[in-house]
């Protein structure tokens, strides 16, 4: 099974500030088949980009994905108010499906 | 636009059987571009994959719940569906549906709103 680790836990930002959320694998995520969702409370995830780095439609080009093999950055250039939520990264790449623990982004 | 919607009791009792419907408007679930997914999120903590399933009836399990889980498909009423037996109080998680692509867009792109499933003792 690959194990997702995010980093930080918790991202204290003010709006208007680049957010930079890491994903690291215990083991290479072949294909780069990485994911990302947000989640606000009481909703659903969503998501944000998959394939590692491309955009899911709908999604503001202020959010970026980037890495490969077992590191992965979610990058949120200028935040806004309504960014602020907890993201997870997830790899589709082998069995069982696996998530990682999150990243909160909060307001400072 | 693919819509999914979760449907079933809210309570169960410990050592029942959970069982969940997902139903899919705006598109058919007949299609071999998707998988359809149940996922689960305990209250505040994370996401949990438990199953997929293809149009054809394949089926791929989590295997740290695959003894107890059963995942099935009706193309005809374009709903698939979620049996977990044996549940305890850690089964009491908001359980989602959601689709999957096949292939390099594979993650869930779209999900359900979800649905809290309770574990009575």
């Known amino acids: 099974e690959i194990v997702l680790t995010q980093s930080p836990g918790t991202l204290s930002l003010s709006p208007g500030e680049r957010a930079t959320l890491s994903c690291r694998a215990s083991q290479s995520v072949s294909n780069n088949y990485l994911a990302w969702y947000q989640q606000k409370p009481g909703q659903a995830p969503r998501l944000l980009v998959y394939g590692a780095s491309s955009r899911a439609t709908g999604i503001p080009d202020s959010f970026s994905g980037s890495g490969s093999g077992t590191d992965f950055t979610l990058t949120i250039s200028r935040l806004e108010p309504e960014d602020f939520a907890v993201y997870y990264c997830q790899q589709y790449s082998t069995s069982p499906l696996t998530f990682g623990g999150g990243t909160k982004v909060e307001i400072k | ?55 054809s009836g394949n089926t791929y399990y989590n295997p740290s719940l695959k003894s107890r889980v059963t995942i099935s498909i009706d193309t005809s009423k374009n709903q698939f569906s979620l049996n977990l037996n044996s549940v305890t109080a850690a089964d009491t998680a908001m359980y989602y549906c959601a689709r999957k692509p096949t292939g390099v867009a594979g993650s869930f792109d779209y999900w359900g709103q979800g649905t809290q499933v309770a574990v009575s003792s």
Request: charged fraction near 10%; aromatic fraction near 12%.
């Open chain 2, 1 to 55: 636009q693919v819509h999914l919607q979760e449907s079933g009791p809210g309570l169960v009792k410990a050592s029942e059987t959970l069982s969940l419907t997902c139903t899919v408007s705006g598109g058919s679930i007949n299609n071999g571009a998707y998988y359809w997914s149940w996922i689960r999120q305990p209250p505040g903590k994370g996401l949990e994959w438990i199953a997929n399933i293809y149009y």
